[in-house]
C-alpha cells in the first residue's frame, strides 16, 4: 500500500511541475531591460507580401506574424516584398552592428 502512496504523491508532484509557466516574455531580460510594449515596431513584409511584426533591440530581434481577429494573416502591401517598413530598431540605445 505504501508503494501506490508513492506513485500517487510522485504522480501529483509531476502533474504540478508540468503547471510551470516560465519566464515573462513580455519583457525584454538583455543588457536594458524593459517592457517589451515600450518598443517601436516596424512590419517585415515577406516574400509572399504577408505582413510580420519585427523589433530589433540591439543585440536581440522579436519577430510576429500580424493576424486579423479571425487568425487570417494581415497581407496588405505596406510594402515591396522582403522589405522592412517603420522604426524598428528605434526602441533600443544599444546599436545593431549589422
Given at each position: 500500500m505504501n508503494g501506490i502512496k508513492y506513485?500517487?504523491?510522485?504522480?501529483?508532484?509531476?502533474?504540478?511541475?508540468?503547471?510551470d509557466t516560465g519566464p515573462d516574455k513580455s519583457?525584454?531580460?538583455g543588457i536594458n531591460s524593459h517592457d517589451l510594449s515600450t518598443m517601436?515596431?516596424?512590419?517585415?513584409?515577406?516574400?509572399?507580401?504577408?505582413?510580420?511584426?519585427?523589433?530589433?533591440d540591439?543585440?536581440?530581434?522579436?519577430l510576429s506574424e500580424r493576424l486579423?481577429?479571425?487568425?487570417?494573416?494581415v497581407c496588405s502591401g505596406v510594402g515591396a516584398p522582403t522589405t522592412v517598413?517603420?522604426?524598428?530598431q528605434s526602441g533600443s540605445p544599444?546599436?545593431?552592428?549589422?
Open positions: 506513485l500517487v504523491f510522485a504522480g501529483a508532484a509531476l502533474g504540478l511541475a508540468a503547471c519583457i525584454d531580460r517601436v515596431a516596424g512590419v517585415w513584409v515577406d516574400p509572399n507580401g504577408c505582413d510580420h511584426w519585427i523589433i530589433d540591439g543585440v536581440e530581434g522579436y486579423q481577429p479571425d487568425g487570417t494573416p517598413v517603420g522604426p524598428f544599444i546599436p545593431d552592428p549589422l
